[in-house]
């Protein structure tokens, strides 16, 4: 059984540059939530999405960063222009079903910014 | 914020049972306590979650008292493998069900 895979796993850019991480959830999971963990601190939930749909982006900042979910392939969860302070791993995690399914994590990607 | 109170560290002989705690005082009662572990440089792992009952699996033990306001992780024989941050939370029940995570209690098991 795969779980959730996220690539790359470590992602160098340049201050301007974009990130593009993906994320393909559990096999038949069709939600999955990004979380973004800081240097030294706890994981922030930052957006949920179902397939083609946006439901919860209230932990994402309102410029630069977008996320979708497309009704084939991965979840993609893209920065643009990035900051020095974007420097961060990103946990993606998917579930079965809403509710008190559990969410599965993946490994995670992380963004390193020069 | 995160509903949940836990100690900043703990640590434990390799071997023996170790036993996390965690308060939720204000939980609501349609609220479910999960327990997640993160390994240095990995995902979080989920270990178990329950409502009002004890729950136990392969890897542990989650005891929850009656009044639901604090809960328990236990892990039966703690290896050196299962050093890691332990999280403790009260999943929010809305109209994403999201993970919101507290800073944690650090393990270290003791060879």
């Known amino acids: 059984n795969a779980g959730v895979m996220q690539n790359p796993r470590h992602l160098v850019r340049r201050r301007g540059q974009e990130a593009r991480l993906r994320c393909s959830p559990v096999?038949?999971?069709?939600?999955v939530y990004w979380y973004r963990q800081l240097p030294e601190e706890g994981l922030k939930f930052m957006v949920y999405?179902?397939?083609?749909?946006?439901?919860?982006e209230s932990g994402m900042p309102k410029e630069r960063f977008s996320a979708e979910f497309p009704k084939e392939g991965p979840s993609i969860l893209r920065i643009q222009q990035v900051v020095r302070g974007d420097s961060a791993a990103y946990f993606c995690?998917?579930?079965?079903?809403?509710?008190?399914?559990?969410?599965?994590f993946g490994d995670g990607t992380r963004l390193s910014i020069l | 914020d995160a509903k949940t109170t836990q100690p900043p560290s703990m640590d434990c002989a390799e071997g023996r049972a170790a036993n996390l705690p965690c308060n939720h005082s204000?939980?609501?009662?349609?609220?479910?306590v999960y327990w997640y572990r993160q390994i240095h440089s990995q995902g979080p792992q989920y270990i178990i979650h329950?409502?009002?009952n004890n729950e136990t699996n392969e890897m542990a033990s989650l005891i929850i008292t009656e009044d639901r306001k604090s809960s328990t992780l236990i892990l039966p024989h703690a290896t050196l493998r299962d050093t890691a941050v332990y999280y403790c939370?009260?999943?929010?029940?809305?109209?994403?069900?999201?993970?919101?995570f507290g800073s944690g209690t650090r393990l270290l098991v003791r060879p």
């Open positions: 999405l179902q397939k083609e749909n946006i439901i919860d």
């Open positions: 096999k038949g999971h069709s939600h």
């Open positions: 329950g409502l009002k």
């Open positions: 939370i009260v999943r929010v029940v809305d109209s994403s069900y999201k993970l919101i």
């Open positions: 995690a998917s579930s079965l079903v809403q509710g008190r399914q559990p969410q599965h």
């Open positions: 204000t939980i609501s009662g349609n609220e479910y």
